[in-house]
């Protein structure tokens, strides 16, 4: 790990932000009876939308919706950060966003449906204000009024 | 800070009923931040399901996280067996 990222490891108050209490939902139906969507941040978004903004300080704390009829090698990665290697999901998207395993999950009777929208976020967010009182909060009502049961995120 | 954004993003979709599960590359992010449910997994920071084009170690990955959805003793934090 370069350097200057794990000073910034050393020193980011990470602490700030811990969950207390921990909210608890629970899963009220079998997984094979439920509605699932997909969340990541690895800052993919369509080739129809504007790439996520890397230039702002605090961080872009915007999403996109993603279709779940898109073409999955046609996701576009906008984020720009330099503390990853981005060579794993230039080749395939699935690492970090992993709508075909979960299509054929959904093709074999393991989950009950896919939703018909997920979202992308852009990780790199130092100052996440917005983000908690905002843009996840708009995520999380989205994702309640389509039914979903049960949310899988990765980050990347 | 994708691991962060991750938990907080998860603590957000849970509030709102839904239950969550997410995939954790930096253990002691997640050890501070507590999202309800995490997999923890082996892997350098960009490849949060271990390899591309390896469908079937990704399905692994998946399989093992969703496996903690019945977890109710939260926060959950699960080292993948590779």
Sequence with gaps: MILKYRLFMKFYPFA?????PVPCAKLAKPLNTARVA????????????AGFDSFLKDGDASFR????????????????????????????RNLAFPLDRFRELFARGEIGAMNHRHFSFMGSILRPKRLIAET???????????????????PV | ?????????????????????????LHE??????????????????????????????????????SLLSRSDVP???DFQA
Excluded: W
């Design chain 1, 65 to 92: 919706e993603i279709p779940n009829t898109v073409t999955t090698s046609t996701l576009i990665e906008s984020h720009i950060s330099d503390t990853f290697d981005h060579s794993g999901v230039l080749a395939d």
């Design chain 1, 38 to 49: 997909l969340v990541t941040t690895a800052g993919l978004d369509t080739p129809e939308q």
């Design chain 2, 29 to 66: 992010v997640t050890d501070v931040l507590r999202p309800p449910r995490a997999l923890f997994v082996p892997y350098k920071l960009g490849f949060p399901l271990g390899e591309p084009n390896n469908a079937a170690l990704q399905h692994r990955i998946i399989g093992a996280a969703l």
């Design chain 2, 76 to 78: 959950v934090l699960e």
């Design chain 1, 16 to 20: 700030r932000y811990a969950l207390n």
């Design chain 1, 136 to 154: 996840a909060p708009q995520v999380a009502e989205r994702l309640r009024a389509d039914g979903v049961d049960v949310a899988f995120l990765t």
């Design chain 2, 1 to 25: 800070m994708c691991i962060q954004t991750v938990g907080l993003i998860q603590a957000a979709i849970e509030r709102a009923g839904i239950i969550t599960v997410s995939i954790s590359l």
